[in-house]
């Protein structure tokens, strides 16, 4: 599976950005995409994920309200909406997938089999 991530940029705080991931697979149905960012000198850290079978979402505390994971139009694709920006989001963020995890399991970077390249995300203040 080859992840393909797109959508950052360099924004101020409060505005919008829509980051994208779309996966290769032809079989996707089974697939748990997420969305984790690493800033500058801290660890990986989850973000969202979207759960293919059933559209169950999940978010870290920090996102919540503000961020929204999505499937989009586009096949095989999943939308991170990112509202009301902040600089603590400034970060790379990557998309990740796996076919084979559970709900406890979700929020962790290692439990991935699959990632794509990341996408800097800037919020100045």
């Known amino acids: 599976v080859q992840l393909q991530a797109s959508g950052g940029g360099l924004v101020q705080a409060g505005d919008s950005l829509r980051l994208s991931c779309t996966a290769s697979?032809?079989?996707?149905?089974?697939?748990?995409m997420a969305w984790f960012r690493q800033a500058p000198g801290k660890e990986r850290e989850f973000v969202a994920a979207?759960?293919?079978?059933?559209?169950?979402?999940y978010y870290a505390d920090s996102v919540k309200g503000r961020f929204t994971i999505s499937r989009a139009s586009t096949k095989n694709t999943v939308d991170l909406q990112m509202n009301n920006l902040k600089p603590e989001d400034t970060a790379v963020y990557y998309c990740?997938?796996?076919?084979?995890?559970?709900?406890?399991?979700?929020?962790?970077?290692?439990?991935?089999?699959?990632w794509g390249q990341g996408t800097e995300v800037t919020v100045s203040s």
């Open positions: 697979s032809r079989t996707f149905s089974r697939f748990i």
């Open positions: 979207y759960k293919w079978n059933g559209a169950s979402t």
């Open positions: 990740a997938a796996d076919s084979r995890l559970i709900s406890s399991s979700i929020g962790y970077a290692y439990e991935y089999d699959y």
